[in-house]
């Protein structure tokens, strides 16, 4: 059974860095793409990085670009997204995922596993 399981989410202030991890248990995924996503209230479920096996992050434009950081650990089968200049908006439930298929997945409906969420709020 595939288990991804999130840890890392708590209240920061306006400016500061959390650190979330990505633990997966029961299978490997050291050759697919993985992503992080969060979801805020009344908001739909949106993209904030991904990684495939080899290779850069990849960012949405202007919300989190040089802000937040997607790396793997493929020997833990591990992923971390590193949030640095938090900022109020950021706050919302944080989700990691392991895409369905190879290549670059944006959209929540393009993953197979879903982690719990961890939360992130951030106050001003």
């Known amino acids: 059974q595939v288990q991804l399981v999130e840890s890392g989410g708590g209240l920061a202030q306006a400016g500061g860095s959390l650190r979330l991890s990505c633990a997966a248990y029961g299978r490997t995924f050291s050759s697919t793409f993985m992503g992080w996503f969060r979801q805020s209230s009344g908001k739909e479920r949106e993209f904030v990085a991904g990684?495939?096996?080899?290779?850069?992050?990849?960012y949405p434009p202007n919300s989190v670009k040089g802000r937040f950081t997607i790396s793997r650990d493929d020997a833990r089968n591990t992923m971390y997204l590193q949030m640095n200049d938090l900022r109020p908006e950021d706050t919302a439930i944080y989700y990691c995922?392991?895409?369905?298929?190879?290549?670059?997945?944006?959209?929540?409906?393009?993953?197979?596993?879903w982690g719990q969420g961890t939360q992130v709020t951030v106050s001003s």
């Open positions: 990684m495939g096996r080899v290779g850069e992050g990849i």
């Open positions: 995922a392991v895409a369905n298929t190879n290549g670059v997945r944006t959209l929540p409906a393009q993953y197979a596993y």
